[in-house]
């Protein structure tokens, strides 16, 4: 008889055993405190962080999408609803108005573009800014005889909030970055606007004077673009 007893409730707590099946996500959860908790313990613990932030700003020059006009080789144009230039990719592209997807169009086939930003009509064209055979789109800022260029970058940083030195940046970021070109008139190649005022005047060989004299003497900045701007018109006017 108290073999018989035994023997049921071995069977009950067998069949009790059976029909509690552990919830596998309040195990883990069991486990990640247990871990932590523990002195002694060499494992390690599943931690999750929820400080990321994902993504801040775009690829893209602008924020959103602009119509526009290209003007291809073929000598078409072409007027597109919402155009925009992923300037971190070096990518034209437009949204497609039927599926909402984003296209890219074929950059060597452009001779250049216009965005149409409210009342202002921006002026895009194709530069090899290492005067290496590979271009980009830039702004035109002046074409007047010698041309002036904003290049528009992007830079991609990361997240960085972990760690004692950490910057306690919780989320990556499209940066904008630009610089500005200029080419001379009837010069096709492509110069920078560097910071020291000698690297710049090594582009005029032939006016250095004439053009030293006048940064001076209109106390040029050449990280303003309307002062570089001044210079190549100055420049043309000789």
Known sequence: MKLYIVILLGLASMATMAQTVPDPTLYEAKENL???????????????????????GTPYVFESWLPGEIYLKSRKKIVIKELNYNCFDNELAFLDQATKTVRLINRFTVE???FLNG??????????PENDGEFLFAQVLYNGGSKVYKRYQKEFVRANYEGGYSA?????????????????????????VRKSKKQNLEAFPEADDEIAAFIKAEKLNLKSEEDVVKLLKYYDSL
């Open 168 to 192: 306690d940046r919780k989320y990556d970021e499209y940066a904008d970055k630009s610089s500005l070109y200029f080419s001379r008139h009837n010069d096709p190649h492509i110069y920078r």
């Open 34 to 56: 247990k871990e932590l908790g523990s002195t002694t313990s060499l494992g390690n613990a599943q931690t999750f962080d929820n400080r990321y932030e994902g993504v801040k």
């Open 112 to 114: 250049f573009l216009y």
């Open 119 to 128: 009342s202002d009509t921006l002026l895009f064209a194709p530069i090899e």
